[in-house]
């Protein structure tokens, strides 16, 4: 695989470009900057920085934290961070600002990352998550970069995907020089991959430690108010995926004939499938309000359809009822965490795979009902819409869990403070040169 890997990327060139192309057809965020894709910097991003990659909008509002309190603490070094998507990019933007470099990372082509390398010349490299690219970690440390990934999840599916490329992932095991890791279990599947037992410890999951923002009260009833929704029974259905929206669809035509008056807020994982999702509901005979296109003037639409980026939390705070997806098709669920903090009773279906350990622990604390299909999901609604006792209590219980699991953010703040201190001078500005580069860049 060390051999065939490099190989198969330089045959995928040609198809990636495309997929681009393709993709921001629906997308056009996808259009945009594209070079940077392939290893070109922008002008305004500075050297020597420490570098943390956060893939997309979970990651980036998860890191945020934590980024933006180093970044403080060291406000001498420069900090760059990278994603994936446009939405990771923008959440980047909107939650850090100024305090932080940003551009997209480069693709795992071998030119890609070492044209990176030789342009930003990173002091370390923070994985958020699990981002294990050979290419980007074997150039880090040829560099003599450190590498530490941080809030690290491994599932079992994803442990025995690794298993099969071994060659690949046991470099790549040996190259990281530190992992945090969510739970123990995690650990225990880095560690069957190649890790140092030493170098791998179970610190906790920062989306723990996300909170409801000041003033979210009074956003969450501006937004009753503009699309009618005061003084009505709500629930959402976020975070869903094609072949999910049906099903959530026939759910709320079943719901309707025991609470006529009820009302569902659809909220599609990517925004741009808004208008097919739109079109679904008035097929299925719902009216449909768009929130990007603002309330209309006979506003008290039957599905209000939340198609603006970054405004999931204050969505989940209309609803008495949530139903995370990504759950009932085999994309392995989303976070739970947000209904979580509002108190919600969560609602999922069985594919809970990429949150298996908070889906547990929500389920054994009583805070979570796993639904098979559209007929469960639609019982499971109308019992808690039913019965308000049951609901607080759920609900109660999800917060519980959520509080119970806070404090990682402070772990791997302190971790990452004594890694970043390791590289900068004993006074204040005196920072280390960066590696120079190696011979193979000459």
């Keep these: 695989m060390r051999w065939i ?180 279990a995690h650990r225990q599947r880095f560690i069957s991959l190649g890790a140092d037992a030493d170098s791998v410890e179970a610190l906790g999951s920062v989306k723990f430690d996300v909170a409801l923002p000041d003033g979210m009260d009074a956003q969450v009833r501006a937004l009753a108010a503009q699309f009618g929704l005061q003084q009505q029974r709500v629930w959402i259905a976020a975070s869903t995926h094609p072949g999910e929206d049906e099903i959530v669809l026939d759910s709320f035509q079943q719901l309707r004939r025991q609470h006529p008056r009820l ?72 976070n739970p965490i947000e209904p979580a903090l509002f108190a919600l009773p969560v609602l999922s279906g069985p594919r809970q795979y990429n949150f298996t350990d908070v889906f547990a622990q929500l389920d054994e604390a009583g805070g979570v009902e796993t639904v098979a299909d559209a007929v469960a999901l639609a019982e499971a609604v109308s019992a808690l819409l039913a019965d308000e006792n049951r609901r607080r209590q759920m609900g109660q219980a999800a917060l519980a869990t959520v509080q119970a699991n806070r404090g990682a953010t402070k772990k791997v703040t302190d971790l990452l403070s004594r890694r970043i201190a390791a590289i900068a001078g004993p006074e204040t500005g005196a920072v280390r040169p960066a590696s120079p580069p190696d011979r193979s860049d000459q």
């Excluded at 933006?68 to 933007?93: I, K, N, R, W, Y």
């Excluded at 070492?114 to 970690?137: A, D, G, K, S």
């Excluded at 005979?285 to 296109?293: C, D, I, T």
């Design 5 to 184: 890997y490099p190989l198969l990327l330089w045959l995928a060139v040609p198809l990636v470009w495309l997929r681009l192309q393709w993709r921001s057809r629906r997308e056009p965020a996808y259009a945009e900057r594209r070079a940077e894709r392939f290893g070109a910097v922008p002008e305004a991003v500075r050297s020597g920085p420490v570098w943390f990659h956060t893939v997309s909008a979970g990651e980036s509002i998860a890191a945020a934290p934590l980024i933006a309190a180093l970044a403080e603490q060291f406000a001498d070094l420069p900090f760059l961070v990278t994603t994936m998507t446009p939405t990771g990019s923008q959440q980047v933007l909107s939650r850090l600002g100024g305090r932080v470099d940003h551009c997209y990372a480069p693709y795992d082509f071998t030119f890609a990352v070492e044209r990176f390398y030789r342009r930003v010349q990173p002091r370390m490299l923070v994985l958020m998550e699990t981002e294990l690219w050979p290419n980007l970690i074997a150039r880090a440390h040829q560099r003599n970069v450190p590498v530490l990934m941080v809030n690290a999840r491994l599932s079992a599916r994803s442990a025995r995907g690794y298993a099969r490329i071994s060659s690949l992932t046991l470099r790549m095991m040996r190259q990281v020089e530190f992992i945090a890791c969510q739970t123990e």
């Design 263 to 334: 009302r569902l807020v659809l909220v599609p994982r990517h925004p741009n499938r808004a208008q097919q999702v739109a079109e679904l509901a008035r097929r299925a005979g719902y009216s449909v309000q768009l929130q990007s296109e603002g309330a209309a003037a006979d506003s008290g639409a039957d599905v209000l359809l939340g198609d603006v980026m970054g405004t999931l939390l204050q969505l989940y705070g209309l609803a008495e009822v949530a139903f995370v997806g990504g759950s009932l098709v085999d994309v392995g669920g989303h």
